[in-house]
């Protein structure tokens, strides 16, 4: 069985920083995508960011230049920095990975709880 858990949600003010971070536990053979959504109420759930097993990145528009991914491959680990944050990145945000459980099976993507963001103005 796999989990994602995250931390390091909370409250922030405009302009002020916040560290997600997402481990995850279980059986793993290999994670292959891992990555941060964030998903306001009544809307879509979007991907905020990216990060492959080689370390490439994708951003959403509106967080390039304020919000950094990495990931710590020998901790399972994928983090979100995020700077300068703003009134409508408040929502709720999503760790997922694409997870290889064994080798023998297919790899799944695994979500985690969400975690809530809040700035304040």
């Known amino acids: 069985q796999v989990q994602l858990v995250e931390s390091g949600g909370g409250l922030v003010q405009a302009g002020g920083s916040l560290r997600l971070s997402c481990a995850a536990s279980g059986t793993i053979f290999s994670i292959n995508a891992m990555g941060w959504y964030r998903q306001a109420p009544g809307k879509q759930r979007e991907l905020v960011a990216l990060?492959?097993?080689?370390?490439?990145?994708k951003y959403a528009d509106s967080v390039k230049g304020r919000f950094t991914i990495s990931r710590d491959n020998a901790k399972n680990t994928v983090y979100l920095q995020m700077n300068s944050l703003k009134d409508e990145d408040t929502v709720v945000y999503y760790c997922?990975?694409?997870?290889?459980?064994?080798?023998?099976?297919?790899?799944?993507?695994?979500w985690g709880q969400g975690t809530q963001v809040t700035v304040s103005s």
């Open positions: 997922c990975a694409e997870i290889r459980p064994q080798p023998s099976r297919a790899a799944f993507a695994y």
């Open positions: 990060i492959t097993s080689g370390g490439s990145t």
